[in-house]
C-alpha cells in the first residue's frame, strides 16, 4: 500500500492506493484529529474548541476530542475522565492536538505516561512546550504588562496584589513573571505579602483574598492570572465591603464571556484563542504532510471596562473621550478588518462614504444602523461588530474634525443620536443573549428532568431521542464496556478491550443497531459502520462513570456551542444510566432470590426419596383444598395407604431396596390416580391421597381397583426380589354432613379405617 497526500483549495486529505492485479482503486479518506482537551465548560479552553471546530469544518477535516480533565486531580473527580486520554488509536486518529498547559497539573509520572502512549502520533501542543513537539503558544508578558501599567499611569494604582493560582503551573509562573516586571518597570517594589496562591476554583479565590486582606488591608488592585480566579475575588471584596473600582481595581485574564455580564464588567487581558485554534489545526496538517510549519506567538491585550474603574466604550464614546492617538488612525485601516460579512462591510463603508460626502445630513447616520440592525439579527460576533463600530464612528469623526464647511453642531448632534441608537442595538443583543442563554437552560433543564425519569433502557432511549435536537446535538452514540471497571486515584487504570453500542440517535432518530456489528474494540471509539455512515466527524469522548465505576463512554457531536450542554448531558447519562443497571441488576437478584426461596420451599414441602409431598407439604395443601370445598361445598375422599412387609424387604434385601420399594409404591400410587389430586409419603411406608372432587365411595373403588391392577402388573413383571402389597384406608369428606369435620380428623379416620383392612 502506497500513500501520498493532495491538496486542493482548502481540503487536506490522504488518499490511499491499493494495487489489485488488474487495476488500482483510490479510496479517500478525510484526515481525523484528536484533540486532548481537559475539559469544554468555563476558562480559556471554550475560547478555542469552538473555533477548532469551525476551522476543521473549513479545511473538511475530522475532529474528535478527548475530554479527559486533568488526572491525580481528587477535586470535583477530575482523574475519573482520565480513561478518555488512553482512546487514541492509529486506525482513527492522522494527529493530535494536546491543550499541555492544563495537562502540565497532573504529577509529572502521568503527564509523561499521557504523552509516551501518544508518541507515535504528529503533535501539536497548545500554551505549554513538551519537547519535542511543536508548540502553538500566546505571549503571556504583553496583556500583563499592559494591563499592570494602565492601573498604574491610569488609575494611580500602587498596591497591586495578584492571585496567582497553583504554583508550577506554567501559565499562571510566566503571568507573575510579567507582573513583577511591570511593578519594576513603573517603579513599584515587589511585596511577597500581595501574593495568593490558590486552586483555580472561585471558592479557594474568596478564601484567598480575604486572609489577604486581613494581612494588607491597603491593597488597591488585584490582578487575577484568570478570570475564574477574578469573579471569585470580586464576590468576596464586595461582601467584605469594598468598592469595586473606587476602593480596589481588580483584572481578570483571558476575557471569557462571563465577563461582560457580571457587575461591574470585568476589566480583563484577551487572548485570541481564535488564532490558537486554527494555527493548531493548519499547523499539525502541515506536520502529517512532512512540513515543519513556523512557531510564532500571538500577542494578548488588555481590555479595559468597569471594575479597573474605565468607562465602558460606549459610554466612552458618548461622552467624547478618544484615546490619543485616534488621529494618527485612518478610516482605511480601521474598516479593513472590519468584523462581520463581506457584504456588511461593504454596506458600512458605503454607509461611510454617505457620511464624508454629507456629513449634515441624518438619513446617512441611520443607514449605518439599519445596516447593522439587518446583521446583528443572526450573527454570533454582534458585540464585537457594534464595539468596532463605535471605534471606528470615533476615527471618522476625528476625520471629520480635519474637514472645512461642515456644520459641526449638526455633525456632532448625528453622532450623538447615532451612538445612541447603537446603544440600544448593543442592549437588545445582550438582553437576545440572555434569552438565548435562559432558553438554553431551560432546555438542558427539560432535557435532564425527561432523561432523569427514565425506569428503563427503553425509556432512556426515548428520552434522548426527544431531548438531543433540542439541544442542538445531532449525533449520539452510547457504549458499554463488556465489564464495568473501578478506578482510583493513582492506581492502575485498565480499560476493556471490548465495547458495545447500546445508543446511536442520529437527527433525532434511534437508528437500528441490532442488525448491524454492536461489538467494537475500545480504542475504535464506535464501530467501523458508523464512521462509514457518517459524513462529517465533529464530536467529543466523555466517560461514563459514578463513584469509581466506570462502565462505558459517550461520544456527543459539536453542533452546538454551549459548553455547559455537554458536561452536564455526561453527567444525567451517567446516573440514569448507572441507577437503571442497578435496578436490572436488582430486579435480577429478586427474581434470582424468589427462585431460589421458590426451591427451598418446595425443597421443605417434598420427599427427598419419592418426590411426592412430605407431611408438611401434604397437610399444607390439603388445609387449603378443605377450604376451598367448604366454600363451594364439594367433597372428597383422603386416603391412607400402607406398604406391606418393608421391614422384611429391608432386613432381607437392606435398606437400599427397601427405598425402591417404596419409590415403586410412589410411582404406582400417581399411576393410579388422577393427575389432580394430591399424594404424600406420611414417613417410613405410609402414603396418603387426597382425591379431589370425589362425591362417592363408588368412584373411588372404581380408582382402588385400578390401583390394585397396576400394582398385580408391576408384582408379574417387575424383576425386583420384592412385590408390592397395600393396605388402603379411607374417609369421605362431605360438606352437607361433615361440615365440623378438619383434616386430621379425616386422616386419622383413614388411618384407622387402613388399619381394620390390614387386619382383614
Known amino acids: 500500500m502506497v500513500a501520498f497526500a493532495y491538496t486542493y483549495q482548502h481540503y487536506f486529505c490522504i488518499y490511499y492506493t491499493v494495487k489489485h492485479e488488474t487495476d488500482q482503486v483510490f479510496i479517500l479518506k478525510r484526515l481525523t484529529l484528536g484533540v486532548l482537551i481537559n475539559q469544554l465548560q468555563g476558562g480559556y479552553v471554550r475560547l478555542i474548541w469552538p473555533k477548532m471546530v469551525e476551522t476543521a469544518e473549513e479545511l473538511n477535516v475530522d475532529l474528535i476530542l478527548f475530554a479527559g480533565h486533568i488526572p491525580d486531580m481528587s477535586w470535583d473527580n477530575n482523574y475519573q475522565h482520565e480513561p478518555m486520554y488512553h482512546l487514541l488509536n492509529k486506525n482513527r486518529i492522522d494527529g493530535v492536538i494536546v491543550f499541555s498547559a492544563?495537562?502540565?497539573?497532573?504529577?509529572?509520572?502521568?503527564?509523561?505516561?499521557?504523552f509516551n502512549k501518544i508518541e507515535a502520533f504528529p503533535i501539536v501542543c497548545i500554551s505549554h512546550r513538551v519537547e519535542p513537539h511543536h508548540l502553538v503558544d500566546l505571549s503571556n508578558d504583553l496583556g500583563v504588562i499592559e494591563a499592570i501599567e494602565h492601573l498604574v499611569q491610569v488609575h494611580n494604582r500602587k498596591r497591586i496584589a495578584i492571585v496567582k493560582g497553583t504554583k508550577g503551573f506554567i501559565d499562571s509562573e510566566e503571568r507573575f513573571e510579567a507582573y513583577k516586571y511591570a511593578l519594576e518597570k513603573n517603579n513599584i517594589e515587589f511585596d511577597p505579602k500581595l501574593v495568593a496562591h490558590t486552586q483555580y476554583t472561585q471558592s479557594s479565590a474568596e478564601i484567598a483574598v480575604e486572609e489577604m486582606l486581613s494581612q494588607v488591608p491597603d491593597i488597591d488592585a488585584i490582578f487575577c492570572v484568570n478570570d475564574d480566579l477574578a469573579m471569585g475575588v470580586m464576590r468576596r471584596v464586595k461582601?467584605?465591603?469594598?468598592?469595586?473600582?473606587?476602593q480596589i481595581s481588580i483584572v481578570g485574564h483571558d476575557d471569557i464571556t462571563e465577563c461582560k455580564f457580571v457587575s461591574p464588567p470585568l476589566a480583563t487581558i484577551s487572548q485570541p484563542g481564535d488564532v490558537l485554534a486554527e494555527k493548531s489545526i493548519t499547523d499539525l496538517i502541515?506536520?502529517?504532510?512532512?512540513h515543519t510549519p513556523e512557531e510564532t506567538k500571538g500577542a494578548t491585550k488588555f481590555i479595559a471596562r468597569e471594575s479597573c474603574g474605565c468607562h465602558s466604550s460606549v459610554v466612552r464614546n458618548m461622552l467624547g473621550i478618544d484615546d490619543s492617538n485616534l488621529k494618527a488612525i485612518s478610516l482605511t485601516e480601521i474598516l479593513r478588518d472590519f468584523p462581520g460579512s463581506q457584504e456588511f462591510s461593504d454596506k458600512i463603508k458605503k454607509g461611510f462614504d454617505l457620511i464624508l460626502n454629507n456629513p449634515s445630513e441624518q438619513s446617512s447616520y441611520f443607514n449605518i444602523y439599519?445596516?447593522?440592525q439587518e446583521e446583528i439579527k443572526d450573527s454570533t460576533n454582534?458585540?464585537?461588530?457594534?464595539?468596532?463600530?463605535?471605534?471606528?464612528?470615533?476615527?471618522l469623526k476625528e476625520n471629520l474634525k480635519n474637514s472645512d464647511h461642515i456644520e459641526i453642531a449638526k455633525v456632532e448632534h448625528n453622532f450623538t443620536m447615532l451612538r445612541v441608537l447603537l446603544s440600544e442595538a448593543k442592549q437588545i443583543t445582550s438582553n437576545l443573549n440572555s434569552f438565548e442563554m435562559a432558553k438554553s437552560f431551560h432546555f438542558m433543564g427539560a432535557a435532564t428532568t425527561d432523561i432523569s425519569n427514565s425506569q428503563d433502557m427503553m425509556e432512556f432511549y426515548e428520552a434522548v431521542k426527544r431531548r438531543t435536537k433540542e439541544l442542538s446535538i445531532s449525533r449520539c452514540w452510547l457504549s458499554f464496556y463488556e465489564e464495568p471497571f473501578t478506578f482510583d486515584i493513582g492506581g492502575t487504570l485498565s480499560i476493556p478491550e471490548y465495547s458495545n453500542l447500546m445508543v446511536y440517535v442520529r437527527d433525532e432518530e434511534l437508528v437500528d443497531i441490532y442488525s448491524k456489528e454492536k461489538l467494537f474494540k475500545t480504542k475504535d471509539l464506535l464501530p467501523d459502520w458508523v464512521f462509514e455512515n457518517e459524513a462529517t466527524m465533529k464530536v467529543v469522548v466523555m466517560p461514563l462513570f459514578f463513584g469509581k465505576t466506570h462502565f462505558g463512554s459517550v461520544v456527543l457531536s459539536l453542533s452546538t456551542f454551549d459548553d455547559i450542554v455537554y458536561e452536564s448531558l455526561r453527567e444525567v447519562f451517567s446516573s440514569v444510566l448507572w441507577r437503571i443497571r442497578l435496578t436490572a441488576e436488582l430486579e435480577e437478584s429478586k427474581l434470582k432470590l424468589e427462585a431460589t426461596n421458590a426451591k427451598l420451599e418446595e425443597l421443605?414441602?417434598?420427599?427427598?426419596?419419592?418426590?411426592?409431598l412430605n407431611r408438611r407439604g401434604f397437610l399444607t395443601a390439603a388445609e387449603q383444598y378443605y377450604k376451598d370445598c367448604l366454600r363451594s361445598r364439594n367433597s372428597f375422599v383422603l386416603a391412607y395407604a400402607d406398604l406391606n412387609g418393608l421391614k422384611g424387604i429391608n432386613d432381607t434385601f437392606g435398606h437400599n431396596v427397601g427405598d425402591e420399594a417404596i419409590c415403586a409404591t410412589a410411582k404406582l400410587l400417581k399411576q393410579s390416580f388422577r393427575e389432580v389430586d394430591l399424594f404424600s409419603r406420611q414417613g417410613g411406608d405410609e402414603f396418603t391421597i387426597l382425591l379431589k372432587n370425589m362425591k362417592s365411595e363408588v368412584?373411588?373403588?372404581f380408582s382402588l381397583s385400578r390401583l390394585n391392577e397396576n400394582i398385580n402388573n408391576y408384582n408379574k413383571t417387575s424383576e425386583k426380589p420384592f412385590s408390592i402389597s397395600l393396605s388402603i384406608g379411607w374417609a369421605r369428606f362431605d360438606p352437607e354432613n361433615s361440615s365440623d369435620v378438619n383434616i386430621e380428623q379425616l386422616m386419622k379416620e383413614a388411618d384407622a379405617c387402613m388399619y381394620r383392612n390390614k387386619k382383614l
Do not use: M, R
Not at 102 to 114: H, Q
Not at 382 to 395: E, N, P, R, V, W
Open 604 to 612: 421443605s414441602i417434598i420427599d427427598d426419596l419419592t418426590g411426592l
Open 699 to 701: 368412584e373411588f373403588q
Open 239 to 246: 461582601k467584605l465591603g469594598f468598592s469595586i473600582p473606587h
Open 370 to 372: 439599519y445596516v447593522l
Open 286 to 290: 502541515e506536520i502529517i504532510k512532512g
Open 382 to 395: 454582534a458585540d464585537s461588530l457594534i464595539k468596532k463600530l463605535h471605534f471606528s464612528l470615533t476615527i
Open 102 to 114: 492544563p495537562l502540565s497539573l497532573a504529577t509529572p509520572e502521568k503527564f509523561k505516561d499521557i
